[in-house]
């Protein structure tokens, strides 16, 4: 029960179900207007998400390009070394945990739009949890970097300096699992701009941290992974400061035990997330892998990560409209409106030629099998061919990836989205919310 400040006693339940109303009565008075008008209406919340989104992906990124940056000045068997622990170690490693925590983006997303706040808190605690059980599980890649990549037919001495720059590495793995469900966190209640303020902050003081250890400090390589490692906390001590400290007040209250019951739940639905990006995700180091085979590896090796480093750049902004898709579609789902969700779907894909849209309405397990059989049974036959049979080197893979995987991704995707029922998906989220609302 609560008081209206009248003195009049009101039932909570009662006061949520006239909110939903007044914001379904919102919604449905939106969707009575021209098309043009609704369409800027949308867009300007879908760009809310999406710019800060785009910033701050760029802004940790240009992180990883400067380091590597750095070590190019060093030599080329220091870039490559860099290469393979940034873009292979820890890109598998940042593949998988991404995924995990996007599947705060279903759940934070649709409670934010039910209006369940306080669920919001204890999701991103048991995200925390199941993230850094999933690290300690994802140790032995830093710790064995060197073996598996001589395994793999990588040249020895690349091998042996990777294995040293991924073991350096292992701070930054372990401040992802906190960082990647904070930042979806955030983001599920629009307050993108201050994932995007934190990233500034913190790219600022990477690039200067980092031209000061490398050209005044002498440091060289082992000083560019240290900075690093304390660029990347500072992210998440930024982000953690501002949810526990006051950012927050409506849906982080404070550390509960409820983040401890419902795990099993909570872990198969993050496996499904991560099983739908990391597919994505790895694939593009198995290339790296592959161009490591070639002749003149450090040479192949180091144009390749160039070429990846650049189409990185291009990637944040099919991920930013991935994140703010996401979301869009998730609280309007989580609120009943499918045709909200279904209208911020048709504005998104017409912004953006690649679809974010299976997160927020939780479609993880489709999108995995669509992932495996574009990127693993086409593109990377399709590179291998042309790589090697037609003679065409780190092109031919390249081409392999461009065509077979990610195009043809796309348009199966499109096709999905655009012959969903979403209306029945609404109907399927306000379910979903209740089930995960009960305390386990």
Not at 318 to 329: K, N
């Amino acid at each position: 029960m609560a008081n209206n400040g009248s003195g009049v006693r009101v039932d909570e339940s009662s006061l949520v179900s006239l909110l939903d109303h007044s914001s379904s009565k919102t919604t449905n008075q939106e969707l009575e207007l021209p098309f043009h008008q609704q369409f800027l209406i949308e867009s300007k919340k879908l760009w809310h998400i999406v710019g800060p989104s785009i910033f701050s992906r760029v802004a940790t990124y240009c992180m990883f390009v400067i380091t590597q940056a750095f070590a190019g000045h060093l030599g080329d068997l220091e870039l490559a070394a860099v290469s393979i622990a940034t873009n292979v170690i820890v890109g598998f490693d940042f593949g998988l945990l991404l995924g995990m925590a996007s599947a705060l983006e279903t759940l934070c997303g649709q409670a934010y739009g039910a209006k369940n706040y306080r669920m919001l808190g204890v999701y991103l605690q048991r995200s925390w949890i199941v993230l850094f059980v999933c690290c300690i599980i994802l140790l032995p890649l830093y710790i064995f970097t060197t073996p598996v990549l001589k395994l793999l037919g990588q040249p020895a001495d690349i091998a042996e300096l990777s294995g040293v720059v991924s073991m350096s590495l292992i701070p930054v793995h372990f401040s992802l699992c906190f960082q990647l469900p904070l930042q979806r966190f955030l983001q599920s209640q629009l307050k993108t701009s201050v994932i995007a303020w934190v990233s500034l902050a913190a790219l600022v003081a990477h690039s200067v941290m980092t031209w000061l250890v490398v050209t005044k400090f002498q440091m060289e390589l082992v000083g560019t992974i240290v900075v690093l490692n304390i660029s990347w906390w500072l992210i998440v001590i930024g982000l953690f400061a501002y949810v526990v400290f006051g950012g927050c007040p409506e849906t982080w209250r404070g550390f509960s035990m409820e983040a401890f019951s419902g795990l099993w739940s909570f872990v198969k639905l993050s496996a499904a997330s991560g099983v739908m990006l990391c597919l994505e995700n790895w694939y593009y180091r198995i290339l790296i892998v592959m161009t490591g085979n070639l002749e003149n590896a450090k040479i192949m090796v180091d144009a390749l990560s160039i070429c990846m480093s650049i189409n990185g750049f291009e990637l944040m902004i099919p991920l930013g409209f991935f994140a703010g898709t996401g979301v869009r579609v998730a609280n309007e789902l989580g609120a009943g409106n499918g045709k909200g969700a279904r209208f911020a779907t048709i504005v998104s894909v017409t912004t953006s030629t690649i679809i974010g849209v299976a997160v927020g309405s939780g479609w993880q397990s489709y999108v995995a099998y669509i992932n495996l059989g574009c990127y693993y049974l086409i593109g990377l036959p399709m590179g291998f061919v042309m790589g090697w049979v037609f003679q065409l080197g780190v092109m031919g893979i390249w081409a392999g990836m461009i065509l077979g995987g990610t195009a043809f991704q796309t348009l199966v995707l499109a096709i999905i989205t655009s012959r969903c029922n979403w209306e029945l998906e609404a109907q399927k989220a306000s379910k979903h919310v209740k089930k995960w609302a009960v305390v386990h």
